[in-house]
């Protein structure tokens, strides 16, 4: 066994002082005061000092970083991939895909599968939660990057074949609800219980409306590749903001939503209803450059991901993304990172991730108060 101990300590939903995490079997046996737990001998002691201990981070919309692309045949780098995300403090992650021909999608869901039933009983790096689907059931008007040749109608047949690929790994679906076919397959994942994410969509509010009522509860990378605000065409962002049953995900990097924007995110849901997402690519970590993104290429330069001059997935890092949000949404570090571990969590239905409470895998991160990386733990083990 060994016992983990910090000046101070975030569940996240409560803070305890002079806090000791008691670990064995890569998971938690018990969190409490150090006053109130006597350890016995042969317990190493693991002493954070002046730190703050937190659950490990969850990117439930990442498509790479540090030159790896979820969805490339050469799944080699990988390991080098998780063990980056492990240093920015993710200790869990859903590989996201992205619009592609559907042989292309099926591949790669199946490589993916791969990976999540291959998970090695120790960690030296971020383990693959689930998958998340974004595209190709998305709007034209919308796409962002994704490429307009590859999307498609949605429909329970095609739905059923990534379902197959993916052999039930299908975590998330970003889907743009206005589309003809989107309710039925809305209801179908929801009753797989896949999470449906509104999302890429041009949607109007009672479209939106739609999807909600199908079962979707969650909306993708929140007043990006939205239909725009209006005061007499609310559109679906409407529907986000103030409907208390959707969350909504954000990519607090500055860039792609003004920081404004996210301070008032945060107002209209509250903290416990926004998650933070990176929706990093492979450039994230890397030079300057050109890199892929699924099939095609994304030029990173000065921290932005380009495709002709807009905006491709983001080089953002999670912890980055915790002290952003801080500075923002004007929230304290529990609060910040409740977006990046519990919220996520409970978006995806993930059990014993997310908490710091017994009986949870022992993934946590050690920051200090300004939210500065210190350790990562994945399964009781320091990886970084």
């Known amino acids: 066994m060994i016992a983990f101990t910090s000046r101070l300590l975030h569940t996240p939903s409560e803070s305890i002082n002079n806090a000791v995490v008691l670990v064995g079997n890569g998971a938690i046996l018990s969190v409490a005061p150090r006053e109130q737990k006597e350890l016995t001998a042969g317990v190493k002691l693991v002493d954070f000092g002046d730190c703050i201990i937190v659950p490990g981070f969850i990117d439930i919309h990442i498509h790479g970083s540090a030159g790896y692309d979820v969805m490339q045949s050469d799944q080699t780098a990988r390991g080098g991939f998780e063990t980056f995300l492990a240093r920015h403090g993710v200790t869990r992650y859903c590989p996201t895909t992205v619009a592609a021909p559907v042989g292309t999608i099926e591949s790669a869901l199946e490589r993916l599968a ?30 962002g990057a994704h490429p307009a040749e590859n999307l498609l109608v949605p429909t329970l047949a095609t739905f059923d074949k990534f379902w197959q690929a993916a052999r039930g790994h299908i975590r998330v679906i970003t889907i743009a609800p206005e589309l003809q076919g989107a309710p039925e397959v809305i209801a179908e994942a929801t009753r797989r219980g896949v999470c449906v994410s509104l999302g890429h969509s041009d949607a109007t509010l009672e479209s939106a ?159 200090t108060a300004t939210g500065e990386l210190r350790a990562t733990v994945i399964k009781g083990e320091v990886v970084q």
């Open 114 to 143: 791969d990976a999540i039933e291959a998970q090695p009983a120790g960690a030296s790096g971020a383990q693959p939660l689930g998958i998340h689907l974004e595209g190709p059931f998305i709007s034209r008007a919308c796409r």
């Open 209 to 367: 409306r739609h999807g909600f009522a199908a079962g979707a509860r969650h909306a993708t990378h929140t007043f990006n590749a939205m239909r725009r605000l209006d005061h007499r065409d609310p559109g679906i962002l409407a529907e986000v903001l103030t409907n208390d049953h959707l969350t909504a995900d954000v990519i607090a990097d500055g860039f792609h939503v003004a920081p404004t924007m996210i301070d008032l995110l945060v107002k209209a849901k509250g903290i416990e209803n926004v998650a933070l997402i990176t929706d990093a690519i492979s450039a994230t970590g890397m030079p300057d450059g050109r890199y892929q993104l699924g099939p095609f290429e994304v030029e990173l330069q000065a921290g932005r991901c380009l495709i002709d001059g807009r905006l491709a997935g983001s080089a953002l890092t999670m912890d980055h993304a915790v002290r952003n949000l801080m500075e923002f949404a004007k929230v304290d570090l529990q609060q910040a990172v409740r977006a990046a571990t519990v919220n996520p969590s409970r978006i995806v239905r993930a059990e014993k991730i997310g908490v710091l409470e017994t009986g949870a895998n022992a993934d946590f991160v050690v920051l």
